[in-house]
C-alpha cells in the first residue's frame, strides 16, 4: 500500500464470489486492517482478524455502523446482480446506484481521500454494431444493471474532482467460473460451460460455438482489484474509470481448451443457440485496454492459461469446502 | 407536432422562468393539451385550458396523479438549481437525480415511446483547462448540479435504447435575464447585469472585463424546447444530450452592447472579481454544437440580438405583471 492509511480497508460484498477472495488476499498481507460486509453470514474461511458486519448495504444504517472509523480505501463490490436487476428495478436503483452514491459520500475525506474501488461492468458499453471497444468509446447501457454502474461511475467521478475521494471504476468482464448456484447473472452459462465440461457432463451452449465474449479468472480479477489499491491517481482517466483487459473468447476456441484441459471428449458440447442471448451475450467486439495496461493491469494472457487459472481455483475451492 | 400523440404535453417545473414561457408558448397553439406541474401554485398568467397540478415533483404520489393519462411529449424543467443543490446535497439527489428517473419510467410506453424533453445543463462539463467544447466532449462535472444532471442524461439515454421513451435532454447554458429575487443559481449575476444597467443602476461584477460565458435569452430558449418535441430521433447522438447552441459572451462587450441600448453610461460598471466565481462561471471556452445546430437549434445570433431579445422578454414580463 503506498501509504499508511490505506491499511483500514473496507470491503463491501464480501461473501459473494469476488468479495471472498478479495477479503482472503487482503487478510493475508501484513499490517492491513480488514473491515467485511454483505448481506450474507460471515463466510466460515475468513481470517479471525477480519471485523465483519453481517447486513444489507442500501439499509442506511449499514455505513453509520461500518464507518465509525476512517478507511485508507473502499472496495465496493457489492451489487444486484444483472439478471435480478431487470426482474426488480427497484432494488436495482436502491443497491446499486444509491447505496453506492451513500457509501462514498460517507468515507469521504477531503484531508485524505480513501481510494475507492468499484466494480463496475462492462454492462456500460453496447456491444453490438460496435467495431471495437476502447478506451475511447462512449457508455452506451441497455441493461437496468449497466444504467446504474454508468450513472454510478459519472458519481465517483465528481467526487473524485471535488477531492471527496480517490476513485478507481473497474469495468468488469465475465468472471469465470462462478459457482453453479444461480447467480443471478444471465451470462452465468460462461461460467457453468467450465464446471460441466470440467466434470464430463453434457452442455448445451445457449450461443453459437463463433459467439464471443471478454473473460478474466477469478484470480485475475482479484489480483486486479489489488492492484487498483495502488494504481497511479495522476495517470487515470478523468472519469475515472477502466475496462479491465480481459481475453475475447471464441465459444469453440474456449470449448477446445475446457476439453483438452480436463481430457474430456468433445461430445460433450452441442449448440442451441438463442437469438436474445446470443445478441446480448455472444457478440463482443475486439476489448482494447491501453490505458488499464499501461497502469499496470493484465488478463490471463492467453486462452490456456485462462483454462487453468480457472481450474486451479475450482480445485482450491473444492478442497476448502 | 408530428403525431397526434404529440398533442398530450406534460411540463414540469411549470411556474419556473423557463417553465412558464413554455406552458404559455405551447397553450397559444391550437389542438394542444398541456398539463403542467411545479411546486409553486398556478401562475396567474395560465390559459384556462392548461391543466395545473401543484405538486412537489419528489413526492412518490405526484406522478401518479399526473400520469393518469397517457402523454405524448413530457419537457421536465423541475430542478433544484445548482447553488442550492450545492446547499442541500439529498434534496438535489431526490429532485434533480431520483424525480427524473422515475418521471422517465412513469411515462415510459413501449407501444409509442413519449418524446422526453429533458432540461439538463452545461454544469456537466468542466469548463477549466479546456480548450472547447464540442460534440465530442465527455462529461466531467464538480458540481452536485452538473453531476446529477449527466447521471439522468444516462439513465434517459438508456431508457430510449430499450424503447420506453424517445428523449432529448437539452444541456442549457446560461439563460437571460432571470428575475432579480434570489433564484439558488449562482450564475444569477449574469442575469442582474442586464437588469441593473437597464436601469441605470451601478453594477458590481463579480468576475473581470474578460470573463466569458455562453448566454441564450429565455425567448430563444423555450423556441429551442419547443424544437425538441419534433426534433429527428434518427439524427439524435447516441446519449441522447445536445449543448444547446448559445453565444460566447465576454463581460465587457456585453457590458457595451447592453449600455449601447439601454442608453446608459458606462461608469454604472465597476468590476471586482472574485477568484472562485471567476473560474467556475467566467472561463468558459468556446462552443461548438454542430450536432444540434444540424438539428435546427439556434443561439441568438449576435450580442445585439441577444440583448434586444432581453430587453424585449423584460419589457413584456413587466407589462404583464
Known amino acids: 500500500m503506498r501509504e499508511a492509511s490505506r491499511k483500514n480497508i473496507l470491503v463491501t460484498g464480501a461473501a459473494g464470489f ?88 460517507r468515507v469521504s475525506d477531503q484531508a485524505s481521500p480513501p481510494r475507492f474501488v468499484f466494480a463496475s461492468s462492462i454492462a456500460v458499453y453496447t456491444t453490438h454494431n460496435v467495431e471495437a471497444v476502447d478506451d475511447e468509446t462512449p457508455v452506451a447501457p441497455e441493461l437496468l444493471y449497466g444504467a446504474h454502474k454508468a450513472m454510478a461511475e459519472v458519481w465517483l467521478a465528481a467526487l473524485t474532482r471535488r477531492g471527496a475521494i480517490d476513485a478507481v471504476s473497474l469495468r468488469l468482464p465475465g468472471i469465470v467460473a462462478r459457482p453453479r448456484a444461480p447467480s443471478g447473472m444471465t451470462s452465468a452459462f460462461w461460467s457453468d460451460l467450465f464446471h460441466a465440461l470440467g466434470s464430463g457432463e453434457r452442455f448445451v451452449s445457449p450461443v453459437s460455438a463463433q459467439a464471443t465474449t471478454w473473460l478474466l479468472s477469478r484470480s485475475r480479477t482479484v489480483e486486479n482489484i489489488l492492484h487498483a489499491l495502488e494504481a497511479d491517481s495522476a495517470a487515470m482517466p478523468d472519469n475515472r474509470a477502466l475496462a479491465l483487459p480481459a481475453l475475447r473468447c471464441e465459444m469453440a476456441a474456449l470449448v477446445k481448451a475446457i476439453l483438452n484441459h480436463a481430457g474430456q471428449d468433445e461430445d460433450l458440447i452441442s449448440y442451441a443457440p438463442a437469438a436474445a442471448v446470443e445478441r446480448i451475450f455472444g457478440r463482443y467486439p475486439p476489448l482494447i485496454t491501453k490505458k488499464a495496461r499501461s497502469l499496470g493491469f493484465r488478463d490471463d494472457g492467453d486462452l490456456k492459461t485462462l483454462v487453468r487459472n480457472v481450474f486451479t481455483d475450482i480445485e482450491t475451492q473444492k478442497a476448502a469446502s
Chains 1, 2 share one sequence.
Open 18 to 105: 469476488i468479495g471472498e477472495a478479495v477479503v482472503t488476499a487482503l487478510a493475508s498481507q501484513n499490517g492491513i486492517a480488514v473491515t467485511a460486509t454483505d448481506a450474507k453470514p460471515r463466510p466460515t474461511g475468513f481470517d479471525g482478524g477480519v471485523l465483519y458486519q453481517e447486513g444489507d448495504i442500501s439499509d442506511e444504517s449499514l455505513p453509520s455502523a461500518l464507518c465509525s472509523e476512517k478507511f485508507g480505501a473502499v472496495i465496493h463490490l457489492a451489487t444486484l446482480p444483472s439478471g435480478a436487476a431487470e426482474k426488480d428495478p427497484s432494488a436495482a436503483k436502491r443497491i446499486n446506484l444509491d447505496a453506492t452514491m451513500a457509501l462514498a459520500e
